[in-house]
């Protein structure tokens, strides 16, 4: 989804007709706190990925893709990276992919 995290939540809160202090009374947030978020100015505790995806019937595992691929590319975005950089994270990614994997290995031999 090209939108923040926040946009994303804005987006569910009106489609499902919630009013801002519905939706934030439902994630134990005080309304000024939601509309922070909803606007960028405050990231979204990822301790409530649960309540959000419970109040909007929404997949769990997808919604804390959403969630991680926008702190990812708020992280990009805000150190301005460039290419170059992002491979190299990407190859020290798939490092530590095998890393886990032969870790996991030797757990079962």
Do not use: H, P, W
């Amino acid at each position: 989804m090209k939108a923040t995290f926040g946009e994303y939540i804005r987006f569910l809160r009106t489609e499902k007709g919630f009013t801002l202090t519905q939706l934030a009374a439902k994630l134990d947030l005080d309304s000024a706190n939601l509309s922070k978020i909803e606007n960028g100015k405050r990231d979204f505790d990822e301790k409530r990925l649960v309540k959000l995806a419970k109040i909007f019937s929404l997949n769990l595992k997808e919604l804390q893709n959403e969630y991680i691929t926008d702190q990812i590319a708020k992280k990009i975005y805000e150190t301005n990276c460039s290419k170059q950089l992002l491979k190299l994270a990407e190859e020290k990614a798939e490092y530590r992919r095998n890393l886990n994997k032969k870790s996991e290995k030797e757990k079962t031999i």
